[in-house]
């Protein structure tokens, strides 16, 4: 078992920074995909980030090019660095762990409890 607890969420104006850290427990996070995912009030969970086991990144469009996913194996943490923040960001975020990087909700068996992201305008 994996357990994922996420932090780092809070309330920040339109165009500020906030980093995202998930820690792993029970399980080394080297040999696991990693992703951050977010859900808005009345919105399904959506697809924010992917990092595979080798490194590899992934990103939904909405994000490309504001938000950085990283991984510390030897922490056995994962982040998201998001920067250029916007009120449509606002969500709760997730991180979960999967044995492949996928894009779907439905591939992660592990997730965290969520951390509170708003963004003001």
């Known amino acids: 078992q994996v357990q994922l607890v996420e932090s780092g969420g809070g309330l920040v104006q339109a165009g500020d920074s906030l980093r995202l850290s998930c820690a792993a427990s029970?399980?080394?996070?080297?040999?696991?995909?990693m992703a951050w995912f977010r859900q808005a009030p009345g919105k399904e969970r959506e697809f924010v980030s992917a990092?595979?086991?080798?490194?590899?990144?992934y990103y939904a469009d909405s994000v490309k090019g504001r938000f950085t996913i990283s991984r510390d194996n030897a922490e056995n943490t994962v982040y998201l660095q998001m920067n250029s923040l916007k009120p449509e960001d606002t969500a709760v975020y997730y991180c979960?762990?999967?044995?492949?990087?996928?894009?779907?909700?439905?591939?992660?068996?592990?997730w965290g409890q969520g951390t509170q992201v708003t963004v003001s305008s």
């Open positions: 990092i595979g086991s080798g490194g590899s990144a």
């Open positions: 029970g399980r080394t996070l080297s040999s696991y995909a």
């Open positions: 979960a762990g999967s044995p492949r990087v996928s894009r779907s909700v439905s591939m992660y068996p592990y």
